[in-house]
């Protein structure tokens, strides 16, 4: 996959640039200020979009996410970062959608998957609806985008390779 994207030092500003990508989202975007947000947290208005990175370990800011989506009506992503090393960036994704026409709806311990032509999906463990991230925002799907939990693996080992791949070789550890 060939992406370009203006370099980030760190693994958050990789993260936040990579979900925009895949969301085709150019230009600028505000920060999301607030004592319970993440320090990287922006506003993807265009796409009804707020994406949220932290180090925090699961089941933290669940709630601040949930109350955002809510207030706002818009799909909020808290993109987790639970793994890293020179090769391989892992995330984890909780998200809430507030955009749907009812109440929202979270969902949780999502893994990023990146598909062999490049599209990106917040895939869940085995066979659940999942999400898709295109120029409409985060879209729900009743199928997920593999047929079998080989080509799930090989998708998330993908977007871990793809994500750290952005980093400087002095970021990793």
């Known amino acids: 996959m060939i992406t370009n994207y203006t370099r980030s030092t760190d693994v958050a ?3 936040l640039g ?7 989202a150019k ?27 932290t180090a925090a370990p699961a089941p933290k800011l669940r709630d601040v996410i949930n109350a955002f989506a809510q207030d706002l009506r818009y799909d909020v992503a808290l993109v987790r970062i639970t793994g890293q090393d020179r090769d391989f960036i892992r995330l984890s994704i909780d998200l809430t ?16 998957w ?7 999906w917040f895939v869940p463990e085995g066979f659940c609806p999942a999400i898709s991230l295109t120029s409409d925002g985060f879209s729900l799907e009743l ?29 990793a550890r």
């Open 97 to 112: 959608l507030g955009l749907l026409p009812c109440e929202p709806w979270a969902m949780h311990d999502l893994e990023l």
């Open 18 to 24: 990579y979900m925009l990508h895949a969301l085709s």
């Open 143 to 171: 199928l997920p985008p593999y047929n079998t939990l080989a080509e799930r693996s090989a998708g998330i080992l993908r977007a871990a390779a793809d994500v750290a791949s952005l980093l400087p070789m002095t970021e």
């Open 27 to 53: 230009g600028r975007y505000a920060y999301v200020r607030g004592n319970e947000f993440p320090d990287a947290a922006i506003l993807v208005e265009d796409r009804g979009a707020v994406i949220c990175v």
């Open 114 to 120: 990146t598909g062999r032509t490049g599209d990106t």
């Open 13 to 15: 500003g990789v993260s």
